[in-house]
């Protein structure tokens, strides 16, 4: 199994500027995209910005131009750079990865992984 662990929410007054990192640790696991998802109060989880294993960059239209996602794919980690906040970007953001792995009780070659969740709020 694949484990994610976030680091880097906080609160942020708008204008300002925030790093989200996310480790993923496991045996015998690969993975081919890794990225960025959120969850507001009330609000379906959404699609933030996800990234290949060959650089390839994907964002939602709300973030693009402001948000910089990045990946070291030696060490499993993605990181998204988060600039001129705004109080609508508040939510909780979860990593995510896809890939292939063992999931708890077979080797899965669609293994879609989630980490615990950090908050990011941004104040008016």
């Known amino acids: 199994q694949v484990q994610l662990v976030e680091s880097g929410g906080g609160l942020v007054q708008a204008g300002g500027s925030l790093r989200l990192s996310c480790a993923a640790s496991g045996i015998g696991f690969s993975i081919n995209v890794m990225g960025w998802y959120r969850q507001a109060p009330g609000k379906q989880r959404e699609l933030v910005a996800t990234?290949?294993?060959?650089?390839?960059?994907n964002y939602a239209g709300s973030v693009k131009g402001r948000f910089i996602v990045s990946r070291d794919s030696a060490k499993n980690t993605v990181n998204l750079q988060m600039n001129s906040l705004k109080p609508e970007d508040t939510a909780v953001y979860y990593c995510?990865?896809?890939?292939?792995?063992?999931?708890?009780?077979?080797?899965?070659?669609?293994?879609?992984?989630w980490g615990q969740g950090t908050q990011v709020t941004v104040s008016s």
């Open positions: 995510n990865t896809q890939g292939a792995g063992y999931n708890g009780k077979y080797y899965d070659h669609d293994l879609h992984s």
């Open positions: 990234i290949t294993t060959d650089g390839t960059t």
